[in-house]
């Protein structure tokens, strides 16, 4: 059933004999480098969606798995919790049994009218070995798979039972790349947007993107395409697979 897609990515996860992703300095296990120097810059994003965005000078989130948001944790906040990884970036309960090394995510803006794209998510998460992220790659993709056409019930107001309703469709495998969009609607204000996803693998990382489409570029290819090209670009600076 899909609503174990969870389950089985943690076993999955779980199961993976993982190695050390690093070079020994003085006996001691060293990074070749961190993830947070390989997330796009502001003039890479605004090259790849065709307008700006901007970070504003907010510094990126950069630790281990503690830097992952982690708003949702079961069934109780967000109904099916399986499928609730695809209407967010980089969300904690997506990765919370996998053997995270370090992590890193970043957001961009543009608050101005016009655009096609208002605003992003990027995220990296570094796992301890290429076999370990590729494993758990394949487990999203299944559970991604499985919740096409799923509407996830987000809880997001304690005191007056707000809703944000999320809605997964056109879920599509490329290679080393998922892709998805979402759309949104909050239950108090009627307010409905649409977001593009995207998830990688390259070595042992896995990156996510996520892109806010406004009404402007809802029938723009770049746009629709921007969040797998941004995926792209983070893994060619990761470098071979």
Known sequence: MRWRANRLIAITVAAVA???????????????????????????MSAVVKNRLSNYGFQPF?????????????????????????????????YEQAPVVEAARQSYFNPNAGVAVSGADVGIVRLTSAQTANRLFAAITRAWQNCSGTTVIKRIGIADNAELL??????AVAGPVLTAAVTTQDTRRRATSRYARALGVRSDCIVEASLAVTPLGHND????????DIVRLVQAKIGPK
């Not at 798995?65 to 969300?91: K, R, S, W, Y």
């Open 166 to 171: 999320a809605t997964i469709s056109n879920v």
């Open 18 to 44: 993982v190695s050390a992703c690093a070079h020994q300095v003085g006996g001691r296990a060293q990074l070749a480098y961190s993830v947070v120097s390989i997330l796009p810059t502001e003039h890479e």
């Open 221 to 228: 290819p770049i746009a629709i395409s921007g969040a797998p």
């Open 62 to 94: 950069v630790g281990g798995l503690e830097v992952l948001p982690n708003g949702f944790h079961d069934d109780t906040e967000a109904t099916p919790i399986a499928c609730v990884g695809v209407t967010d970036t980089l969300l904690r309960v997506v």
